[in-house]
């Protein structure tokens, strides 16, 4: 089992930016593909981003070209940059691995409001 820790969430306009980081517990985190989710209140929880270990990325159509996902094994943390926010992004967000996730985090709350 991998712990992790997101943070970087918060209150942003709509059209902000936002930068989620994700820092795992162990350094086996580098040998799995990793993904951020999001949980929307009364949905359910969906995964938006994923980055292989080979670097390849991939994004749900709602998020392209918005959202960016990349990784720094070194440091056992994998980020997610979004930009042009939209009221739909409001949720919490969680990173885990992809697929067959570990135990959940806490996530961070990420709320895009005017």
């Known amino acids: 089992q991998v712990q992790f820790v997101e943070s970087g969430g918060g209150l942003v306009q709509p059209g902000g930016s936002l930068r989620l980081s994700c820092v795992g517990s162990?350094?086996?985190?580098?040998?799995?593909?990793m993904g951020w989710y999001r949980q929307a209140p009364g949905r359910k929880r969906d995964l938006v981003a994923g980055?292989?270990?080979?670097?390849?990325?991939e994004y749900v159509d709602s998020v392209k070209g918005r959202f960016t996902i990349f990784r720094d094994n070194a440091n056992n943390t994998v980020y997610l940059q979004m930009n042009s926010l939209k009221p739909e992004d409001t949720a919490v967000y969680y990173c885990?691995?992809?697929?067959?996730?570990?135990?959940w985090g806490q996530g961070t709350q990420v709320t895009v409001s005017s």
């Open positions: 885990n691995r992809v697929p067959s996730p570990w135990d």
């Open positions: 980055i292989f270990i080979n670097g390849v990325t």
């Open positions: 162990r350094t086996i985190f580098s040998q799995y593909a």
